[in-house]
């Protein structure tokens, strides 16, 4: 995909109703108050010395910051989320809604705007379960506020 596709899959999830469970979707997973799209997925790192993981990471970053860069057009300068916080309150036993408590195991922080046409909160992150598995480029788009 590219950024045009990214912003594309974006305004969709805007304007898409949340469902009232959670499932799949043509895009990634939604649930009550969400709706998370997997925009682009690496291949797994299992065998190397760690460059291609090293040089895949920034490319996600890298790709993160120039669609960040359009939608910085749109709703100004993002907040900086970090989700180190919520996944230690998680663990620690406070029940954190989703779509923050799952995103806080796989994602160190997301990049955050809320649209002025729908109020709602959309994220930009780069997500990676493990240092073998692939990494992620994902957007969130929730009415639910970060914790």
């Known amino acids: 995909m590219d950024i045009a596709t990214y912003l594309a899959v974006i305004d969709l999830l805007c304007a898409r ?6 499932g799949r979707t043509e895009h990634g997973e ?4 969400y709706h998370m799209a997997e925009l682009a997925t690496s291949g797994e790192f299992w065998e190397g010395d760690g460059t291609e993981r090293e040089e ?9 910051e120039g669609l960040g860069e359009r ?16 996944l230690e309150r998680r663990v620690n036993g406070e029940d954190i809604e989703e779509p923050w408590a799952g995103l806080s195991g796989h994602v160190p922080d997301v990049h955050l705007w809320k649209s002025a046409e729908t109020g709602r909160w959309v994220a930009l992150c780069v997500s990676q379960w493990d240092k073998e ?15």
């Open 17 to 22: 109703e949340f469902p009232a469970a959670r």
């Open 30 to 33: 939604s649930g009550p108050g």
């Open 56 to 64: 895949t990471e920034a490319q996600y970053e890298a790709d993160r």
């Open 71 to 86: 939608l910085v057009e749109r709703w100004g300068p993002p907040q900086e989320f970090s989700l180190y916080s919520v």
């Open 133 to 147: 598995l692939p990494f992620q480029l994902l957007a969130v788009v929730t009415d639910i506020d970060p914790p």
